[in-house]
């Protein structure tokens, strides 16, 4: 996939694309290329655009919803098509802020503007999920992990930071339990929705005082507390922040509040320590799609057992917040 980004007669076709849709004013530049996307840098007369393509197109329709729904909380598209978006420039990166002063209240904010997003999007789940959103909700969650298990290629079985044979077969014991915590997730009726996946520091990005949350390629149908598996245990570790310590516990809470007109506040908690630990699945199933869609030389030693790590995360039972 990265060689096609690379190709020359695909840049030519995506920076004539972008000529056609905006006043360049400089050199186009391509700053990032990875297995799964490559973004552009376009200079304009109206300030930089960015200009991704995403290695799951179905993110395209994504982000224009995300932005039809709540235009303050996504970067906006200018233009776009089935292979590509033109994106106005988001700001400053959250990670750069808070490397400058860890202050928690960023990550209070952005975490209920979220679920505030998520909550407006839930209406629009089956929708996304046609147009090939993937789908780890609850009711699909406990079947997707037991095939999970039987694919070894994914395990990294007896690997150094694979699974053991043995953690396999506690796994599979275990499977009861993890439809009996799926069941739980949506017997509450908080609706499935869109959620992250990889909300971290790094997609996010800071205007003045306005928040927008970027890269929702990895997004997923899910139930809408798997968004705080990636969150809290990404801020835990960068920011030495104690696994179900007081900080981290304030993050869930500032997610769970607008929330609060499903359930009681206990009750929000209970299914949010419930989402962080089937959130670990899920992830591992994303890592084992991504996977799939890439040639062999393009995996490496850490790609090799990104899907075992959210499997040992589950089995490790810590607190939530936990990121090893």
Request: hydrophobic share 40%; charged share 25%.
């Amino acid at each position: 996939m990265a060689q096609r980004w690379t190709d020359s007669n695909y840049l030519a076709r995506v920076r004539g694309w972008i000529h056609e849709r905006a006043e360049v004013t400089g050199p186009i530049e391509q700053p990032h290329v990875q297995a799964w996307s490559t973004v552009l840098r376009v200079p304009t007369a109206d300030g930089v655009l960015w200009c991704k393509a995403p290695g799951d197109p179905s993110e395209i329709g994504l982000t224009i919803l995300l932005g039809e729904l709540r235009p303050e909380w996504v970067p906006e598209v200018v233009a776009s098509n089935d292979e590509w978006m033109l994106l106005r420039d988001a700001g400053t990166r959250l990670r750069g802020l808070l490397e400058a002063d860890p202050d928690l209240t960023r990550w209070e904010t952005v975490l209920a503007g979220c679920a505030d997003l998520q909550l407006a999007t839930a209406p629009h789940a089956e929708t996304r999920l046609d147009a090939g959103t993937p789908d780890t909700r609850p009711s699909v969650l406990p079947g997707r992990v037991a095939e999970l298990l039987s694919e070894e290629p994914y395990l990294a079985l007896d690997r150094p930071d694979g699974l053991t044979r043995a953690d396999r077969d506690r796994l599979r014991a275990r499977l009861p339990e993890i439809e009996a915590m799926c069941d739980e997730l949506t017997a509450a009726g908080i609706p499935v929705t869109v959620q992250h996946d990889d909300l971290n520091d790094g997609n996010v990005f800071v205007d003045g005082d306005r928040y927008r949350i970027a890269d929702w390629g990895d997004a997923t149908i899910a139930h809408p507390s798997h968004t705080l598996t990636v969150a809290l245990r990404a801020t835990a570790w960068k920011l030495g922040l104690e696994p179900g310590g007081r900080d981290i516990l304030r993050l869930r809470d500032a997610y769970l509040e607008p929330f609060e007109g499903y359930a009681p506040r206990d009750e929000l908690v209970r299914l949010a320590e419930i989402g962080y630990r089937t959130g670990t699945l899920a992830r591992a199933l994303a890592w084992r799609d991504e996977l799939a869609a890439w040639p062999l030389d393009l995996r490496d030693e850490e790609d090799l057992t990104a899907v075992a790590y959210g499997l040992n995360l589950f089995l490790a039972d810590g607190p939530i917040g936990t990121w090893e």
